[in-house]
């Protein structure tokens, strides 16, 4: 198969076709399909590329929020929408996501997929196949999302489809607690708000094995506390958890689980995004959401574009207003003078400069003429 990037054609079999054509037909697969033919594939779908199809559906659904679109809360998350992981992503798009945006981010997804096909060694016969499956009942983009999980899989150090360097970060500036406990149980991990006692000593059992620090004589203590006895063995050993289940604690057990899982990465290299993938640049006027929904829905998004070109109006009103003219000054005023009266004036340009400074009267040389020329008296002739 090969893609010719500046045309969007596709070939395969030596047959071109229009990528968005390919695309659109393999967009009316549902997610059980898709599930079904990458599960017989030793290569899967990388999750990075299902976070920029996502992105490229909500960049257009963005546009047409206003201020009764979301919760203030969300608006202010919303700010931060060019870091988004995939499940972020999912539940933005379950918030605002339209039939139409379903769509669109089902065939850019396949777009990429064709994009990359060297990448997850997509090859022509399995692209032609899918193009001639038999295609059934589109499910709901939430049944969608879960068949794909199963064959999606992140990068190399990457969580969720985001540098797993700076995921615990992320958890605390932007997920709420409840929101760390779905994104576990989208994992499988199901942690609930407050730890039991054979809740925690399960996981004291396990960070202390990961630890190697869990002997026998450990096992048979740590058995016999109490809850309140095990938080504060917690405490002393810096395990980051408690029965509380605080934020903090919450996020140290879902990264300690995230780890022990140990989740297969793929190892597709040099993906390759397309123009419709970054996510849409813009701010949030914070100031006309009223968490209510009171009064006329108003404009929030300000995109990028909108602004700069705000900003270049603005720009060329203040040129064209005209500035007031510069007072001129006492030495503009004598090189002025001294422009109109050297001509007439038997000295250098300097001296007349320095001598008009100090207030020194000028004697301007005047040109002579015939009537006013003095000449010699000549003696007249006596009549004779």
Known sequence: MEYIEDK???????????????????????GEQIKKFFMERTV???????????????NESIKMLNSHSLTKDAFSKLENYANYTE??????FEKIGSQEDYFLYRKNLWKLLIRNHIGINLLDGEVTRLINTKKYA??????????????TLDLAKEFDAYPASKFEELLKLSFSQEEIRILALKYGFDIP????????????????????????????????????????FCQLQNLGISSNMKK?????????????????????????????????????DMDVIDNFKRGVPKKVILLEEEEQAKLEESLEELEIKETPKKRPSKDDMI?????????????????????????????????????TKKTAATPQKKKK
């Open 193 to 232: 708000a407050r730890l039991k006692k054979d809740d925690l000593l399960q996981y004291v059992r396990a960070m202390m094995k990961a630890r190697r620090k869990l002997t026998l004589a450990l096992q048979r203590e740590l058995k016999d506390m109490t809850i309140v006895q095990l938080n504060t």
């Open 138 to 151: 589109m499910d709901s983009f939430i049944n969608f999302e879960k068949a794909i999980f199963e064959v």
């Open 87 to 92: 499940f972020q992503l999912q539940n933005l």
């Open 335 to 371: 090189s002025d003078i001294i422009k109109k009266l050297l001509p007439y004036l038997n000295i250098d340009e300097d001296t007349a400069r320095l001598a008009i400074s100090h207030g020194i009267d000028l004697k301007l040389k005047t040109k002579e003429t015939p009537a």
């Open 8 to 30: 969007e054609i596709i070939v395969i079999f030596n047959k071109r076709m229009g990528l968005d054509t390919v695309a659109s037909k393999l967009a009316l697969l549902n």
């Open 44 to 58: 899967k779908i990388p999750r990075k590329l299902n976070a920029m199809a996502l992105t490229s559906a909500l």
């Open 248 to 284: 903090e604690e919450l996020i140290a057990l879902f990264l300690f689980l995230a780890r022990q899982a140990k989740f297969p990465k793929i190892e597709a290299k040099n993906l390759l995004g397309m123009s419709f993938t970054m996510p849409l640049k813009f701010r949030v």
